[in-house]
């Protein structure tokens, strides 16, 4: 999957490779006595037809060879037998020993080259040593034009190495580049959901990325989404107590004292329903705020603090609950306590007298499972994938409440890296489910909008 890494790894690495053997390449081909013997055209060949033509037509003939190629590429030669004795007179000038020899304390260097090499005859397997004098001011024009290919064997490496280099910056340039559009898209609020799409296909680091950016933008568009549907519904829902508020007003203002007597308490009612949805409201907006590190949750004693706020709010209600042994779990109490709060006063709303409402904390695989029972005659099929939107209330629902209990179990689900189930029950009544990763909130996924 890290193929843009190698991709990175090989790039550099082939530059440096080829960079290193031109490199060699040329410091040999600079003054190198080896490559000059093989590759000096005045010297190719030379030994292998100077040898034959000695052993089949003599010396004279071997010694007019060497003067016809000194004349033709202006250097000299002389052969000298295995005893260092000279074969044949050669082409050396007759004081060029001892000039070499005056020179040779000397800083300033000799006028040319001397370079050897020995060859074994094929045919007599006689060796034979061949001195060869090339001046500089020819050895330094042959440079000129055997590093010509060299030179171009770097420039073609070059324009290759640039192209690579341009395939990579843009591989890389490129992507983030529609990256770097698809944030300002998001900031703008005009980010595409798939809009990096044909990036996401990539098998590298980059589609990930993508992959990963395009998931955050969804979650947070629905997360704007939902805010925006919030604010619209909260607006709806305030409008219609402060219209009555508003109208018990005008009428207090113009009724006479035993009429106020009868309004007042009508007023005080709109005055807590109202500020009980206000509190509903605040609390579903707190969930997707900070909640600080995760602590172990106690859910026996969750439990207990639960049935005790419910004798008060439902003296004639009881609650049977049951916490499997062994379970621990962590969590943010306080988010997990609001959320079975609110499930248990919705059963208590509709579970009927005389049964118990049922609390159950268990193991299921990997999860833990929260659940809530109540005997009530439960809710339309239809309806199910609403009730745990804001402001819901299914159809023919005369209980009291606004709509957010669900919401606010949901959304603190969905903070722990769960999810909120509810169902009717088989058995006769509707039961809603906390469904909790025992690994914990803290192991949630990028995915989750709260988390970013």
Not at 43 to 65: I, K, N
Request: glycine share 8%; net charge neutral; proline share 6%.
């Amino acid at each position: 999957m890290r193929s843009l890494f190698w991709r990175i790894l090989a790039t550099f690495w082939l530059a440096i490779a080829l960079v290193a053997g031109l490199a060699m390449l040329l410091g040999h081909a600079l003054n190198q006595d080896a490559w000059i013997l093989g590759r000096h055209p005045a010297l190719q060949g030379l030994a292998e037809t100077w040898t034959e033509v000695y052993e089949r037509q003599g010396p004279l003939a071997a010694q007019r060879l060497l003067e016809q190629h000194r004349h033709r590429a202006r250097v000299d030669v002389q052969v000298l037998a295995e005893n260092g004795q000279p074969i044949i007179r050669g082409t050396f000038p007759a004081r060029a020993a001892a000039f070499e020899a005056r020179h040779q304390d000397r800083e300033r260097p000799l006028p040319w080259r001397r370079l050897t090499a020995d060859y074994t005859s094929p045919t007599t397997g006689e060796t034979y040593l061949f001195i060869y004098r090339i001046p500089h001011p020819e050895l330094q024009a042959w440079h000129r034009g055997s590093l010509a290919w060299p030179l171009s064997a770097l420039g073609i490496a070059l324009v290759v190495l640039t192209g690579f280099s341009l395939l990579l910056t843009l591989s890389i340039t490129r992507p983030l580049d529609r990256l770097r559009r698809a944030v300002h898209d998001l900031g703008q609020t005009t980010y595409q959901q798939q809009s990096l799409a044909r990036l996401a296909t990539r098998r590298d680091e980059l589609g990930v990325l993508a992959s990963d950016f395009n998931r955050m933008g969804a979650r947070l568009q629905a997360l704007i989404g939902s805010q925006r549907q919030l604010l619209r519904d909260v607006s709806h829902e305030l409008r219609s107590p402060l219209a009555r508020l508003r109208i018990a007003l005008g009428l207090a203002e113009r009724a006479t004292p035993a009429e106020r007597e009868v309004i007042w308490p009508r007023l005080a009612k709109e005055c807590d329903r109202l500020e009980a949805l206000i509190s509903e409201i605040l609390e579903l907006s707190r969930l997707d705020a900070e909640p600080g590190a995760a602590i172990d949750v106690d859910l026996p004693d969750m439990f207990e603090q639960l049935k005790d706020n419910a004798r008060i709010v439902a003296p004639t209600q009881r609650i049977d609950s049951r916490v499997e042994p062994g379970i621990r779990y962590t969590g943010w109490p306080d988010m997990l306590e609001r959320a079975l709060d609110n499930l248990l006063r919705n059963a208590l709303r509709f579970n009927p007298e005389g049964v118990p409402v049922e609390l159950r904390a268990q193991h299921d695989g990997q999860d833990l499972v929260i659940s809530v029972r109540d005997h009530g005659p439960g809710v339309a099929d239809e309806h199910l994938p609403q009730l745990s939107e804001p402001f819901f209330r299914a159809p023919g629902q005369t209980a009291a409440g606004h709509g957010l209990g669900l919401a606010i179990a949901r959304r603190a689900a969905e903070r722990h890296g769960g999810q909120l189930q509810l169902a009717n029950h088989p058995d006769g009544g509707f039961v809603a489910r906390l469904r909790l990763p025992l690994a914990g909130p803290a192991n949630r996924t990028s995915d989750d909008p709260a988390s970013h």
